[in-house]
C-alpha cells in the first residue's frame, strides 16, 4: 500500500513537499514515480527515481522547480516543489514498479493521490 501526502492550497511561487511511504510491501529494486492528473486531462509522468536513486526523469514541464528523492530505510519516495503555478494544479499520486519506467501504464501499485492547487 502507498499513502501519499502533503498536498495543500499554496500561492504561486510557494513551494510544497509531498511524500509517499510503502507500507506492507517491500520496494526493493522498484522505480517509483511521482504522476499528476488535472481536471479533464490525462495522468501524466512528472518525476520518477529509480531503486538507487542515482537515476531520475523530470518531465520538461518541472524540471528546475520540481525534485524527488527517497528513503529506501523508511520505503518513502519524496517530491520538493518549488516555484509552483497555477498550471501544477492537479492530483499528485506516487506509484511503484519493477525497474525504471516513464510510462503510466507500466506501474503496478499506486497510491491514494493528494491535491495540490495553486492560486495564482
Known amino acids: 500500500q502507498l499513502q501519499a501526502c502533503g498536498g495543500g492550497l499554496v500561492q504561486a511561487g510557494g513551494s510544497l513537499r509531498l511524500s509517499c511511504a510503502a507500507s506492507?510491501?517491500?520496494?526493493?529494486?522498484?522505480?517509483m514515480g511521482w504522476f499528476r492528473q488535472a481536471p479533464g486531462k490525462e495522468r501524466e509522468p512528472v518525476a520518477v527515481i529509480d531503486w538507487s536513486g542515482g537515476r531520475t526523469y523530470y518531465a520538461d514541464s518541472v524540471k528546475g522547480r520540481f525534485s524527488i528523492s527517497r528513503d529506501n530505510a523508511k520505503n518513502t519516495v519524496y517530491l520538493q516543489i518549488n516555484n509552483l503555478k497555477p498550471e501544477d494544479t492537479a492530483v499528485y499520486y506516487c506509484?511503484?514498479?519493477?525497474?525504471?519506467?516513464?510510462?503510466?501504464?507500466?506501474?503496478?501499485?499506486w497510491g491514494q493521490g493528494t491535491l495540490v492547487t495553486v492560486s495564482s
Open positions: 506509484a511503484a514498479t519493477p525497474g525504471f519506467w516513464v510510462i503510466t501504464t507500466a506501474y503496478r501499485y
Open positions: 506492507g510491501r517491500t520496494l526493493i529494486n522498484h522505480g
